[in-house]
């Protein structure tokens, strides 16, 4: 019984060298000058820069940005689109690029397939479920304001859009 508590024992501490004290909500490596947050994407949204970005602000975005993106004019990405789309999203943000993904393997990526990304952002980072993020939700550095407070009734729950919204 000694041996076997001796040989869990030291196989222990093993695990807790290699783990080297490293905290699990800590980065692996310093983040270099080419790290972006994820918040940046979400901040362009901000239409009339107050600071915070409404829901309704980024869908609005996200609809010109869609729109922009859809050269053809036919409501969907297709496959020459979404590699340009791919292509300046890594060239402008290469740390925190997310690359357009046809999930429904229709051979087009539609609106909801676009916005997904900015969307579950959005709702992660609203964390008092109010629709906006404020510059503390953006940035959690940053001082607390009026609107951090979950609105009552809320207290954390995220709102989502209908689903369905497509490329008009």
């Not at 409501?75 to 290469?94: K, M, P, Y």
């Amino acid at each position: 019984m000694r041996i076997g508590f001796a040989v869990m024992a030291a196989g222990a501490v093993v695990l807790a060298a290699c783990a080297g004290g490293h905290h699990r909500d800590e980065p692996a490596e310093p983040r270099g000058p080419e790290f972006h947050a994820p918040a940046e994407m979400l901040l362009r949204y901000d239409a009339n820069h107050d600071g915070i970005v409404t829901r309704a602000e980024m869908e609005a975005g996200l609809k010109a940005d869609f729109a922009a993106a859809d050269t053809n004019h036919d409501g969907r990405l297709d496959e020459d689109e979404t590699r340009a789309v791919n292509h300046q999203r890594w060239s402008d943000n290469a740390s925190t690029a997310s690359p357009l993904v046809d999930w429904n393997h229709d051979g087009y990526v539609d609106f909801n397939e676009f916005a997904a990304t900015a969307r579950s952002l959005f709702d992660e980072l609203d964390r008092n479920g109010d629709g906006q993020l404020s510059p503390r939700e953006l940035n959690p550095s940053a001082p607390a304001t009026k609107s951090d407070a979950a609105p009552s009734g809320q207290h954390g729950k995220h709102r989502h859009p209908p689903a369905g919204g497509g490329g008009n």
